[in-house]
């Protein structure tokens, strides 16, 4: 007899692996005509079609008989590049990004997590917005010293974006009012750093906890505001007298706030503590010592508490492993949802 088969979980195998029908049908060997009509629940595979496409879709079989669940839609989430970005590859990173919910819900089936306290603000501008986040989590005016960390004690459920789809920069979004940040782990850590907090400033600034996320370069401006202001209080920089900062100072005081040293000009222009000649200037200066593609002396990119907890916890036992057989993915799907973020886990 053949196992109950869920339509909607091979597309959302597929479209993990960024494939189209056709890429599909020329991988297995199975028409597109017929994959189609089993995704679009006409037809149920035999057995032996299931086993071929969970191989080719690197998932186990049972996958296809887990409950029914639709992709993320893409107007629910804040991506950061959408528009360079093909319908392939933000399809990928939305079905990576569903198949990371389940594993959230895992996680949260074992484990007690901070409730969320993400206010909305967005009926302030980014300036103001990111100072009141900055009072209400008692931050003062000091350098963040862990934005993921400062994230996840305020509930934040915070990944890594898998690497098929790094393109996409990073997202956030919410789920059942919990909000959720996804980063791209490959960056320098001062990147990475600006990323979760230009994605907190969405969370905070472009949504009321519901289900539709303004998208577009004037949100966009706005998060990038906010994630300057929050790393970089305008009361904390002007305490440190940098109007006209030659390059050294400058370089310092990027690493006294940890962000890169052109995020820091930008927001020494912002504060009209540089003339735009200046502004410009070291711009040059620092592309030309590599600063516009790296950070030269930079910090350690930041790791997460809340998965090194789940995944190295003494009471559950190969948490990998666990969370692989209730997903029904190999534990290696597993590891590309927090990598970068934890130790490699067995």
Known sequence: MTPMFVPERLRLARQRRGLTLTKLSEISGISTRTLSSYENDEYHPPQESLDALAGHLSVLPEFFQRESIDVL?????????LSKTTAAKRDAALAAATITLEFADWIHSKFVLP?????TLDKLDPETAADVIRTRWGLGVKPISNMVHLLEAHGVRVFNIAAECREIDAFSFYRDEVPYIF????????RQRFDAAHELGHLVLHSDGGQ?????????????????ALLMPAD???SQSMRNATLDRILAARSY?????????????ELELLTEWMYRSTCVTLSEMGYRKAEPGGIVPETSQVLRKVLFNTEVKSATRQASDYLQVPPSEIRSHIAGLVPTAA
């Open 183 to 190: 980063l791209s782990t490959d960056k320098t850590g001062e």
């Open 236 to 238: 904390g920089v002007l």
């Open 257 to 269: 706030w940890r962000v890169s040293a052109m995020a820091m000009t930008h927001r020494l222009r």
């Open 73 to 81: 839609p893409p107007e629910t989430v804040s991506f950061r590049k």
């Open 115 to 119: 409730n969320p306290t993400v206010p």
């Open 212 to 228: 539709d996320r303004p998208q577009g370069r004037a949100k966009e401006a706005e998060a990038n505001r906010f994630a300057a």
